[in-house]
Every structure is written in C-alpha cells, then in structure tokens.
C-alpha cells in the first residue's frame, strides 16, 4: 500500500518533471510586447509576416490589439502597468494621450535609431511619438460619372455633387476634423479659420456623411457618392486586379497628412522591447512590405518601393513637401466647441 | 438549541442570477454614476475633483444638440416601439391561435431566423436595399417612376425601419406567450352571448394581452433606444442620438464622465416613461401595477 507522504512526494516529484518541457513554464521567461495595431489588410499582414519575425528575432511574444477604439482601454489602466505598451494611433489620438501622461512626448534617435532616417514630417512638432508612415488625404472620385479630376478641394462644392458628395461625421472621424481645418485654409486664411471653415461646410450640404473610410469606400465604389475625401490608400488598393472606376486626386492646396503613429507609453514594463519594436517598424525592408501592401508612404527616407507605388505614394522630398499636418493640439483644445458647432451645422 | 433561519433553495436557485445582476448591472451602473460626478478619472488621475459640471453641461445645453439628441432617442424608441406592435400584435395572435403544430413550428423557426444574422449585417443588408443607389430606388429609377431617389436612408425613417425589423422578432415571441395563455372559451362565450369578433378581441383577448403587450413594449423600446450600431449606419446626418453620443465621448472624444452623465440621464427618463406607461397600461386594464 502507497503512504500518503509518498502518494504527494511522488505526485511532487512527476509534477517537477513534466514542468521540464512544459511550454507555459518557458513561456512565463519570454517577454510579452503588448501593443495595438490596425485590423484588415493591414493587421493580416502583420500577424502573418511582420509580427512572428519580430518574435523570432527578439525572443518575446507580441500580444497585438485590433479592437479600436484604443486609447479608451489605455485610459483606465494602471499608468505603471499600462494595458500597452506601444500604441498605435492616428496622430490626433496620440496629442490626447500625451496631455493625459499617457504616452511619451518624443521619441528620437537615441532610443530608436531608424528614428535618424525619417522625413522631417516623421518628428516633427505636429508629432507626439514618431510616425511610421503617412497617407494623403485628398479627394476620391468616380472616373465613370463624366467628372473631370479635381484640381482643387472647392472641386467638391460643385453644386452637381449636390447629395452625390461624401465626407464624415467630424466628431468622430480625424480625416472630417482634417477636412473642416482645411475648409478654412481653402476658403479663408488658414486652417484655424474656423469661421471660414463653418461656412463652406454649410455650402456641401446636401452630403453623405460616414464615421469611418471603409465605409467611404464602399459609397465611392457602389456609386453612392461620385466624391468624396478619403485618403490615397483607400483609393489605391482597388488597382491592378481589383481595379474600380475610381481615382485619387491631390488637390493643388496641399493634402492633408494622415499619420500612422507610434509611440511608448511611460509605464511600460519592456520600454526597451517597445522602442526595438519602432525601430523594427522602421526599417526600410519592413517599411517596404507594409507600404507595398497597404499603399502607406513609408516614414523612411531609405525605403526604395517598386515603380508603381514609388509613382503615387509620397517618397521623395518634393513630394512629401505637399503634406499639411493639422495641428490636433489646437483642435483637441478647441474639440467640444467644435463638435457641437458642426453637428448643428450638419443636422436636418 | 435556537434554530438557525437557513435559507430556502429557492434561494440558492435564484443567488447566481442576482450575482450576474449585482457584478455586471449594478456594479457598473454604480461605477458610471461616481464617474458622472467627477473631473476626470479619480484612480488614474489624483487631481480629479466632485463636481456637477457634466449634468449642468446636459441641462443647460448651450451647444444646442443634447437636448435634440434625448428627444430624437425617445422619439425613435417610440416609434420603433409602436410599430414593432402593430406589426408583431397580429403575428402573435396567429401564431398562438395555429392548431398546427407543424405550421407553428414554420412560423416560429420565420420570426427567428433573422436573429440568426447580426445586427451589423442586417443593417448593412438594409443599406443596400434602401440607400439611394439600393435596390429600391434603383429599381424605380430604371422603371421611370421616379427621376431622383426616394429619401428612404440617411433619416430617422430608414432607422426606424430598420430597427423594427430587428426588434419586431422580441415583440412577436413575448406576445405569443402571453396570448396563448389566454382561455380561448373566454372569447368564444362572449361570442355566444352576442359580441362581434372585433367586440370579443377589444373587451376581452386585448385586456388579457396587456401584460404581453407591456413586457414586449419594454423590451423593444429599451432596445430601441440603446441601438447604436443601425442608428449610425442608417441616420446620416439626420439622427443624433443619445447612445451616438455616448460612443462620440467615450471613443473619440475621450470623455467617459460626460459620457456617464449621458448613460444616467437616458436611464432616468426612460424608467420615468416606463413607470408612466404602466400606470397608463395598468388603469386601461382596470387593475394595479402591472410590472
């Protein structure tokens, strides 16, 4: 007969030798990287390919979050065990996030060498974090309702867009905020004329109004709206086999810049994995993948895309030179005031 | 030896659904109304102070839309509300009354089915139905019927439409219920003593009803007017509701106490139009509080 004592030094014993190659034990050594990251195109190609080689090299794990809105999760979590570690946002998220302590105001090169070979726009004071690629946001147009491309945002006023003209609730979307600031760039004297801007947002009605792109895609593409403002991407990826009778416009005042940012959050517990994920991010081979894939312009100064998307994203200096970026810290400032102005405007 | 009061199993059965009521309805409720009261977040942010700010932001509404946004809520809930009857009322009462087993097994299995399908799919679904290159006004267009769209989406009546189809199918299997409790001799021995068929249903099926009617109300308008996913996609610029804003300050506007204070003052009217209509429901049945 077994002993009790032998029965549990024995079970103790079978216990510590199954822990040997259990994977949770060595699992529990790895590091885990929490960061948040887009979903479609973008988050397949970085669980499929991007993520794992990070993985590999480093010897961590990446525990990505899809499910936006971000920053509200970050808020209430513990700032010295923050529920991210890099967050991904537009660059309007990431001035909120700044002024509550969230995330870090800056990051350079010293922290994230690659941080030496982006475009000035990258780094620049419209930037908390830094940021890994950029679109243009301009206006997208259907190439089959006789519309000759528009060389400028008034194009979209055109009263024979009356009802067939798409643009977002600006509460809730950055691409209509952008829009609303260049509204007072194009019609009055400059992107804080708010009043300027009112006015000619009073002009497009009657519009279509969406809250996020991938709906504004589905209006372009289903002819719901004839145009619209979106950014270069959500146009672009329709080329080649999945070619749309639509087209992207530049707009002679410039485009709008819609940043991808990355940035750390202070409390983070693997800072320095954090900052080697940017500088991973950064790399112009990595920076090639994600750009070809989702017709992003790479932040990288050294990243050499092929000929067709070198030929319509922003990759040169000359280029890049035609990005305006809003400034989200004086919007966010002016946010409530704003949000209730344009609803009423928008309303009925 | 004093007895001890042990408690009945009932007791017991009941204990794990008031935990789930108490952890994920009270507890939280709880946690939005503090927040309500206060600046900013009091565990993450140590300068957050009490304040009342965000309710005197609601009440005094200088930005003109809060108020705008609570009657349009209501005013959707309402409407979606009555028509979910109107529609689902008939239905019930067929489908209580079937004497076939396997006819009532087909309309029920009918009435499910689009509760199989998402709610972001059905309303997608209605979008292409009604936007203003869906089917319908494509259809008219290419008919000649019509020479621009029919207003049918981006307003509140292609939210409401959308809405009572997805709530319709609430109304109907809580009507069902209730009717087919109700004694059908009841019915028919007013009829022998002279009542018409409709004199039957009024004075008698639909007083019996009314509890039917009451908890399938409820249920559809405390749906109705914490919907934010068809209201968004089917309003366009037209529909501003309080559950849109709430989504507005939590996820962009980054403002979860103003967002608490909106989620508690939705909360307070509607149980205020909920007491009344059960007084009202209560004093047409001739009897007390019916819930």
Known sequence: MISRRKALRSGVGLAALASMGAPSILHAQTKTLKITTWGGKWGEVM????????????????SADQAFPFLPKLQVSPKNDPIYDVLHTNSNEQWNAVVEGLVMNKITAKEVPNV????????????????????????????????????SWKALADPKLAGARGGYLIPVNSLGQAHLMMLGKVYGKGLTDLDAAYKALEALKPIKLVDFTGQMEKMLLSAEVSMGVIHDSGVYRYEGANMQPVDFASPSEGVLALEQVLNVTPG????????????YMLRPDVQKLLAEAVWYSPANKKVKLEAKYDAKLLTTPEKVATLIQPDWKWYNARREDIDARVTKILKG | MTNVARPSPIAWLIAPAGLVFVLFFVLPFAVMTAMSFYSGNPVTNPNAFLTTRHYERFIFDTAGIFHEALWSTLRIGLVTTLVSLLIGYPLAHWMARMQSRLGHALVLMAVIAPMLTGIVVRTFAWMTILQDKGVINTTLMQWGLIEKPLPLM????????????IYVPFMVLTLTGVIGRIDERLEQAARSLGAGRLRAFVEVTLPLSLPGILAGSLLVFALSISAYVTPSLMGGTDVLTLPMLIAQQVGTSFNPNFAGALGVILLLVSLAIVVAYNRILARLAGGQGMA
């Open chain 1, 47 to 62: 669980k499929a390919t991007v993520l794992p080689a990070f993985e590999k090299e480093f010897k961590c794990t990446v």
């Open chain 1, 116 to 151: 030496a070979d982006v475009y000035p726009y990258a780094v620049s004071d419209k930037i908390v974090g830094v940021t890994i690629f950029t679109s243009a946001i301009g206006l997208g147009y259907r190439t089959d309702k006789g519309l000759a491309k528009p060389t």
């Open chain 1, 268 to 279: 983070s517990k693997v800072k320095e994995l954090a900052f080697a994920y940017i500088d």
């Open chain 2, 154 to 165: 981006y307003n509140e009546f292609g939210t409401i439409v959308a809405l009572v189809h």
